[in-house]
């Protein structure tokens, strides 16, 4: 007769798995699932802030949304401020991930001053900003005055100022450029970690094999980090295309909606506007396009990764 | 004169002397063996001739040109690692063609001569049928042929070899080592092999040196450096089980487990040293018979015996014999330094 030791429940595999588990499910579950399904019933109702009753109505959230003109361009507004911030930023993350990875005095001090744009809370960075473009105090016109750029004169302007978040163009510049200042550290963190995990053998050999900072660079160096590269586009696109908080706190969307983003309109047609169904309806549009983004980039990441 | 001589050749790093102070000529077409324990230098040495680590002090010169301050691509040197490095994501063809790629202008190739270069290196190490797999999907082996070929691609004047064959099963190192040989034979090029495996190091040397401490202990063929060690160091570290070491009280002596065989088999004894040894435990090895046990008056010190299975002698356990080693192959070492020196007079020799 065999010993039978005594069985605890967290001798077994199943039992502790789920242990593990459950707090990520729960997190999902409450912070992601809920508000989600909540959205989606809402998108499909006449809810508002005054009558809370949900009464079925089918698509006509949606086609009332799509027929809106305002709604377009806020569309398109959306998804051109992405594209276009993240060429920026894929472009700045890799100069920088390249020279953060280089052996320089003060490397750990610039890195540090570097990280500080991603660690600072959103919005009291974007007060920073705000001061910073703002219409008359702007210290950066205060700077092109002085150099004579601006006032009477001046190459860039006669008047005193740019108005950065006033004129339609300049306003636009200053958002995608905010967006930019603000994601870069996070995809320049990414694609460190995936330069510094190349092997050094294999840099070594490309030295050896006589291969020089550009060839190494082009043809090693960033192939090898391409799959962590579609990482960090992935994070920086989907982090900015529900943002909203930038252009809430700069520019409330304006001048006119040359700067509403889908997030910002969504919230200011359902909570500012009290029309909380149309307002999960604008919302849903974005998960679709979000939902082919993130299997598209993963599965590039995946094929990249296993050849 | 020799292709690459390197003089008070130093690398420190910080606290730690790597290498300190080598000296060293390595004549053309020669396959040169630098082996020595983990931590004793071989690696940075090497990595000092490819150019890929600065010496602290010292100078390195090919072919007549001193390439002290040279980076790697200007010193015509090629290297293999230990991993291989192969390029994951190129196939075979384009890793073997990146080196020629890379020094396109300098040898003035047209992608004609590259792709002819590539096919023929390839043949030669029959693995042109691989040209389009990616290094994911070859074998060990091939890997290994891959990451020659790319180093032979260029004709370099030295080919630098860091452990190689380390990452290769059993079976497969020793088919491995002999086609290395041969391919290093027939192709003529100058190899630097690192090893820590002194079985390597002793089927591929023309020469091997021996390094401990940053320091070369010993230079010469294999055999010269089994059979005549300089120092302790090289007595002990060469040979597997490696050379038993008694002290006398004047200095050290040493004698191989296989030259420490029973008196009755001795053919001249009247030449050999004699001992009252003591058998602790024999382990049965095939061919040979490992015995281990003491020596009189060394009860603190194990020495081993390596008998030949196919020799006719009862070894039985917790027994006493006399046991015998040839004067001739009895080495002594100087007790401070460890350096050789030569046999005392018979008469100064307390018999034990």
């Known amino acids: ?307 | 004169m020799s292709l690459v001589q390197i003089s008070g050749l130093k690398k420190h790093f910080d606290t730690v002397r790597a290498v300190d102070g080598v000296d060293l000529d390595i004549s053309e077409g020669e396959f040169l063996v630098i082996l020595g324990p983990s931590g004793c230098g071989k690696t940075t040495l090497m990595r000092m001739i490819a150019g890929l680590e600065k010496p602290t002090e010292g100078a390195i010169a090919i072919g007549g040109a001193d390439v002290t301050a040279l980076p790697p691509r200007k010193r015509g040197v090629s290297m293999v690692f230990q991993s291989y490095a192969l390029y994951p994501h190129m196939n075979v063809f384009n890793n073997i063609a990146f080196p020629l790629r890379a020094q396109r202008r300098e040898k003035k190739l047209d992608k004609r001569m590259i792709r002819q270069k590539v096919e023929s290196t390839a043949r030669l190490l029959e693995i042109d049928m691989l040209l389009d797999r990616r290094p994911r999907q070859l074998s060990g082996g091939q890997r290994q042929r891959v990451a020659i070929a790319r180093a032979m691609v260029t004709q370099p004047a030295v080919l630098l070899l860091d452990e190689p064959l380390s990452n290769l099963d059993a079976k497969l190192r020793a088919n491995a080592r002999d086609e290395l040989k041969d391919f290093q034979r027939s192709s003529n090029i100058t190899a630097v092999f690192v090893t820590h495996d002194q079985i390597e190091a002793m089927g591929l040397g023309d020469r091997i040196v021996v390094m401990s401490e940053g320091k070369i202990q010993q230079i010469g063929s294999p055999q010269h450096i089994y059979d005549d060690p300089a120092n302790e160091f090289v007595a002990t570290f060469l040979g597997s089980p490696s050379m038993n070491i008694l002290s006398v009280d004047g200095c050290r002596f040493g004698f191989r487990p296989e030259h420490f065989l029973p008196k009755t088999l001795s053919d001249k004894p009247e030449n050999s040293r004699l001992f009252h040894y003591y058998v602790k435990r024999v382990e049965y090895l095939g061919s040979d018979r490992l015995v281990y046990g003491y020596v009189q008056d060394h009860e603190d010190e194990l020495t081993l015996a390596k008998v030949p299975s196919n020799v006719r002698a009862s070894l039985d356990v917790e027994s006493d014999y006399e046991f015998a080693v040839r004067d001739s192959d009895i080495k002594y070492f100087d007790k401070q330094t460890g350096l050789r020196i030569p046999a005392p007079k018979r008469s100064e020799v307390t018999y034990s």
């Open chain 1, 1 to 307: 007769m065999s010993l039978r030791l005594p069985a605890f429940p967290f001798d077994n595999r199943r039992v502790v798995g789920a242990l593990f588990l459950a707090p990520a499910l729960l997190y999902i579950l409450l912070i992601v699932g809920f508000p989600f399904l909540l959205a989606i019933a809402f998108g499909f109702s006449d809810v508002t802030v005054g009558n809370t009753d949900l009464n079925f109505v089918g698509f006509r959230n949606f086609e009332a949304v799509w027929d809106n003109a305002i709604f377009r361009q806020v569309f398109e507004t959306t998804i051109r401020f992405t594209l276009i911030s993240q060429v920026f930023i894929l472009l700045f993350a890799n100069i920088l991930a390249i020279i953060f990875t280089q052996d320089f005095t003060g490397k750990w001090f610039a890195r540090f001053i570097f990280i500080l744009p991603w660690a600072t809370p959103v919005s009291l960075a974007m007060i920073g900003w705000l001061w910073m473009l703002d219409t008359k105090y702007s210290p950066i016109d205060y700077l092109l005055l002085q150099t004579g750029f601006l006032g009477p004169g001046g190459i860039l302007s006669k008047d005193r100022n740019l108005f950065w978040l006033a004129s339609p163009d300049l306003a636009q510049i200053s958002v995608i450029f905010v967006q930019v200042w603000r994601m870069t550290p996070l995809a320049t963190v990414i694609l460190m970690a995936g330069l510094s995990s190349i092997p050094t053998d294999i840099l070594d050999q490309a030295e050896v094999d006589g291969s020089r900072f550009m060839r190494t660079l082009l043809l090693i160096k960033l192939p090898l980090i391409l799959p962590i590269m579609v990482i960090a586009l992935l994070f920086s696109m989907i982090t900015m295309f529900g943002d909203m908080t930038v252009v809430y706190v700069l520019t409330r969307g304006g001048p006119v909606d040359y700067t509403r983003v889908l997030g910002l309109y969504s919230f200011q047609v359902g909570i500012e506007g009290g029309n909380l169904a149309q307002g999960a309806a604008i919302s849903l549009f974005a998960f679709p396009l979000l939902l082919a983004m993130a299997i598209f980039m993963l599965r590039t990441a995946s094929r990249a990764e296993v050849r």
